[in-house]
């Protein structure tokens, strides 16, 4: 029979209320709230062009254009995510609450990156391009589910702190 361990601590807040106000007062926070789901929608719309070009050979060009606009979106909101990260926590990357989200952002570039480089040297066919896309994607739709969870976390930890009444000493 397994016992689960608890140690009674409330689990540790994504924000301190320094970072919080931070995260709330800076223009970056806005940035990423647009930035976040416009890739998403780059993302879907590419998906459905590659997933075309696949499945019929038609589409190629438009194809190929939606991932490299895809590419372009992610390392601007990445770039962007790292100065929003830098303005909370004080660091550009691996602050730790989103550490993990950080070292998956990485693999999300470097498979972003590999389908560019491909594309610009032609070390592979067309379709392998088009597969390194669909790695690419798959990686980011992991690396998003992370981002809401946290998102989902931030906004529990939010509503719990609120509903806290304050003691007066």
Not at 6 to 12: D, H, I, L
Request: hydrophobic residues 55%; glycine residues 4%.
């Amino acid at each position: 029979m397994m016992v689960e361990r608890t140690t009674g601590a409330a689990p540790k807040a994504l924000y301190s209320p320094e970072q919080r106000a931070r995260r709330d007062a800076t223009v970056w926070t806005l940035v990423q709230g647009v930035l976040a789901p416009f890739q998403f929608l780059v993302f879907l719309i590419s998906l459905v062009l590659v997933v075309r070009y696949l499945l019929t050979g038609q589409g190629q060009d438009v194809a190929t254009a939606s991932i490299v606009v895809k590419a372009i979106t992610l390392y601007t909101i990445m770039v962007t995510g790292a100065i929003w990260e830098k303005v909370v926590f004080g660091v550009y990357l691996f602050a730790e609450p989103f550490f993990w989200e950080d070292v998956f952002s990485m693999l999300v570039i470097a498979l972003h990156t590999a389908y560019i480089v491909a594309l610009l040297t032609h070390v592979v066919d067309t379709r392998a391009q088009m597969m390194i896309a669909l790695a690419a994607y798959a990686t980011y739709v992991i690396n998003a589910g992370q981002f809401l969870w946290k998102l989902r976390m931030a906004r529990l930890q939010g509503v719990n702190v609120a509903a806290v009444p304050e003691v007066a000493p």
